[in-house]
């Protein structure tokens, strides 16, 4: 009787053993599936995210296309098109916009931004940021007033040529942006600018950024 005790409590035994040892097995099996379709979702949206950036460097490539054929005929020295660090910056001279030491935008700058509202009036994921420029000549509070104005001048005709106001912001820099050194009349009529930068919204890269984490 003892013996047949013994085994019958080796049998249990092994059998509470066998029972612990498929909950272990079940589990592992429920965490690697849960694992795998965590990655799948992981490799679903970095799929979705390279699909938003490649969506957006072609974005930024046609911009800077419709850009460069909507405002040919200008010089190089007068107005220029580049793409820099995920923007694309239209810069545009004092000599193309205004008379010196003023704010108001000359006829010739007028057809410019025109041409230049009728190409980001149809663009519906960029925002548009207007930065006035200056050389060192006069004082700092001068120069911060003039950068300001000039950006706002700017903004008021991109606006009103179609341009949908809740896009476009006006920021002042002075002198203190400088392309060139202001030691010598070619750099600081570089310097004298209006730089119009262009860039994507992000938001539904961000929105994925953030649910990934």
Known sequence: MEEILAKE??????AAGQDSLARVMDQREKRAGQLAADLAEKEKRITELNGLLTDR?????????????????????DLSVREENGRVYVSMSQNLLFPSGSDQVDPKGITALKSL???????????????????????????WDLSV????????????EGVPPEKVSAAGRAFYLPLSSNDTAEGK??????????????????QMIGAGK
């Open 9 to 14: 409590a080796e049998i249990n035994r092994r």
């Open 57 to 77: 460097e072609k974005a930024l490539t046609s911009l800077r296309t419709g850009l460069l054929e909507a405002l040919r005929g200008y010089s190089s020295a």
């Open 117 to 143: 509202a009728g190409v980001l009036s149809v663009q519906q994921d960029i925002e548009i940021l207007v930065e006035g420029h200056t050389d060192t000549d006069g004082s700092a509070d001068l120069n």
């Open 149 to 160: 104005s000039r950006a706002s001048s700017v903004v008021k005709i991109l606006t009103r």
């Open 189 to 206: 009529a570089r310097n004298r600018r209006v730089e119009i930068i262009l860039a994507p919204k992000l938001e539904k890269i961000l």
